[in-house]
């Protein structure tokens, strides 16, 4: 048997983080900066990363350096001005440190013996967040991996919901009743793909979504989900949710969020509002109003790691009256007890879907006590007017057309002669820019999101005449070929 290196204070105990942490600094130094990508395709990342992946002896610092190297140097560099396909957000450096902290201390928010500050500081840090979104008092929440995973709390929380006060029908003891198919949810026709993702895992089915039609802005229609539920109700079908959105993927349109807010409660629907990317807004001074109706809400998504510039993952699920948890409420005698959540013990568990759980919440709050309000909303009114730069810039352009007028950091237009497909496509390839693609109403468009504060709009008018310029090569190569 060959003989084993010794293990001990290299890779445990809080003395020797600083070697690896000053690793990784050499090694985010020397990550390229000129591109926002290589342009390496699936097949040239294979061969290059073709090692063995558990070496029977583990190799050395440098080597490891090497190694890391080729992979920052074929990652997207979402700090570069150039990076601007999706809601990938350079990140905040006070927000890297706290990363850090919390994964050296790798407190679990799934009991109190494993996390005691953490948990204490998570709820303080919720609670602000409710009151930032104008909820009740009763309000509270937990932290989540992500939009897709808020939105499906707030579908789960709902769906028990409704069936407890429509039916008497108690979902946690008796799973699903036999008619449960009737339940519908209401959002928009542009509104996150996570509602249908939702609807599935929640045994509903796809035919559980309902799309209202939006206007020109790509809002929903107030008088359409009027319309929409009076002809659910006359199918004898069940409108059960409807989940508004402030700040959609694609657009940055805000639903009417205040006329929803109002149907929802004239018809009993429990009103989601999916603000994963729009709730930074209400940072801000100048725009918070625009998600007024949102403190109406029976439940919201905020995600963090999007126009709060935080390393994934990052996100939080508030519900209004936070009593609504039970629903989905489970002790483990290793874990929590009721005996001691009576006796005040914070008990985090059971209002959340997982059960070993990241400190997300430190990364927030670090940035926050760093930036202060004033400055961090500042950062995101920086989000609106780059947009409206780039959109003041698409419409004066004979050669592009714009969607819509954007409402925060998203841009969608198209090159009138066509290839809205193939320039993003030729640009990741080439390696001078990363910008999104999407579809429009059956047609094909490109797409800028917005997430980086630093970036200014002569950065944008730039990268807006490469696209032109590479309408133009792809078009004329196009007509020589014909
Ligand atoms: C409006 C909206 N909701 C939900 C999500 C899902 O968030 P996540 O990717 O964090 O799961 C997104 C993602 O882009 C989004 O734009």
């Not at 070496?55 to 190297?69: D, K, S, T, V």
């Amino acid at each position: 048997m060959p003989e084993i290196e010794p293990f001990g204070a290299e890779f445990f105990g809080s003395g020797g983080y600083g070697r690896w942490l000053a690793l990784a600094e050499q090694v985010l130094a020397e990550a390229p900066r000129a591109q926002a990508y290589s342009g390496a395709t699936p097949e040239s990342l294979a061969e290059l990363l073709d090692g063995e992946i558990c070496p029977e002896r583990g190799i050395g610092m440098a080597a490891l350096r090497q190694r890391l190297a080729s992979i920052t140097a074929n990652s997207i560099q979402p700090w570069h001005p150039r990076t601007a396909a999706h809601l990938h957000t350079p990140v905040l450096l006070p927000a890297l440190a706290a990363e850090a902290v919390l994964a050296a201390l790798n407190q679990s928010m799934d009991s109190f013996d494993q996390a005691p500050a953490a948990s204490v500081l998570e709820q303080k840090v919720l609670h602000w967040l409710c009151r930032l979104a104008g909820l009740p008092q009763a309000a509270g929440g937990t932290f989540t991996a992500g939009g897709t995973q808020s939105n499906y709390m707030g579908l789960l929380l709902a769906r028990d919901h409704f069936l407890k006060r429509e039916m008497g029908w108690d979902a946690r003891e008796m799973g699903l009743p036999p008619d449960a198919g009737r339940m519908r949810f209401l959002c928009s026709e542009v509104a996150h793909f996570s509602v249908e993702k939702s609807a599935i895992q929640l045994g509903l089915g796809l035919r559980a979504v309902v799309k209202v039609p939006c206007d020109d802005g790509f809002r929903m229609r107030t008088e359409a989900l009027r319309a929409t539920i009076a002809a659910l109700r006359a199918e004898g079908l069940w409108p059960a949710v409807v989940v508004a959105t402030a700040g959609t993927t694609d657009f940055g349109s805000i639903d009417p969020l205040a006329e929803i807010a109002g149907i929802a409660k004239d018809e009993g629907l429990w009103l989601h509002v999916d603000a994963a990317y729009g709730g930074a807004l209400l940072l801000t001074q100048k725009h918070a109003g625009r998600l007024a109706g949102v403190e109406r809400a029976d439940s919201v998504t905020m995600d963090f790691h999007k126009a709060f510039f935080q390393p994934i993952s990052c996100s939080a699920f508030l519900l209004a009256d936070e009593r609504r948890f039970e629903t989905i409420r489970v002790y483990a005698d290793y874990l929590n007890t009721e005996s001691r959540e009576a006796e005040g013990i914070p008990d985090l568990v059971t209002r959340s879907v997982l059960t070993t759980r990241r400190f997300d919440a430190l990364k927030l709050w670090v940035s926050l006590q760093v930036l202060g309000r004033a400055r961090f909303g500042a950062m995101v009114e920086k989000l609106v007017m780059l947009a409206e730069s780039a959109a003041d810039w698409i419409d004066a352009h004979p050669a592009l057309e714009l969607l819509a007028r954007p409402e925060f950091g998203a841009v969608v237009f198209r090159f009138r002669a066509g290839m809205n497909e193939e320039i993003p496509r030729v640009l990741f390839e080439q390696g001078r820019a990363v910008i999104g693609h999407t579809v429009v109403r059956g047609a094909p468009c490109m797409k800028l999101t917005l997430c980086n504060p630093v970036t200014e709009p002569a950065d944008l008018h730039e990268l807006l005449c490469a696209i032109v310029q590479c309408g133009e090569a792809l078009t004329a190569a196009a007509s020589v070929a014909d």
